[in-house]
């Protein structure tokens, strides 16, 4: 369990983070990069500027994420969850990023307030 862990700058590229407890965790800036992130509990934590290239997040929840300006690009986000106190805005996620219901991009979650239609 690492809640509410100070990780801003972590270089934490391909660790498995599988169904762990960040609740709240400050991981600004963080290179997450190829991170299986499956199951994890982000609630409350903060990835503002975060790398999640390559991440996988699948059933991860999300809610009240703080993921400002975060890079996505060619993550898998099937089933991860949010709500509208999640904050997405200002994502880089290209084609290669895979989400719920098989979207290829994240236009609507740039709009801020969580994923739309999820």
């Given at each position: 369990?690492?809640?509410?862990?100070?990780?801003?700058?972590?270089?934490?590229?391909?660790?498995?983070?599988?169904?762990?407890?960040?609740?709240?965790?400050?991981?600004?800036?963080?290179?997450?990069?190829?991170?299986?992130?499956?199951?994890?509990?982000?609630?409350?934590?903060?990835?503002?500027?975060?790398?999640?290239?390559?991440?996988?997040?699948?059933?991860?929840?999300?809610?009240?994420?703080?993921?400002?300006?975060?890079?996505?690009?060619?993550?898998?986000?099937?089933?991860?969850?949010?709500?509208?106190?999640?904050?997405?805005?200002?994502?880089?996620?290209?084609?290669?990023?895979?989400?719920a219901?098989?979207?290829?991009?994240?236009?609507?979650?740039?709009?801020?307030?969580?994923?739309?239609?999820w």
């Amino acid at each position: 369990m690492v809640h509410s862990a100070d990780l801003n700058g972590a270089k934490l590229t391909g660790a498995n983070l599988t169904s762990a407890n960040l609740t709240g965790a400050s991981l600004g800036r963080a290179d997450l990069t190829g991170a299986n992130l499956t199951g994890a509990d982000l609630y409350g934590a903060h990835l503002t500027r975060a790398n999640l290239g390559r991440a996988n997040l699948t059933d991860a929840n999300l809610w009240g994420t703080n993921m400002t300006n975060a890079d996505l690009t060619g993550g898998t986000w099937i089933a991860a969850n949010s709500d509208v106190y999640s904050i997405f805005t200002g994502l880089r996620c290209p084609n290669g990023s895979t989400f719920a219901y098989g979207e290829t991009n994240c236009g609507s979650a740039n709009k801020g307030g969580g994923w739309q239609g999820w």
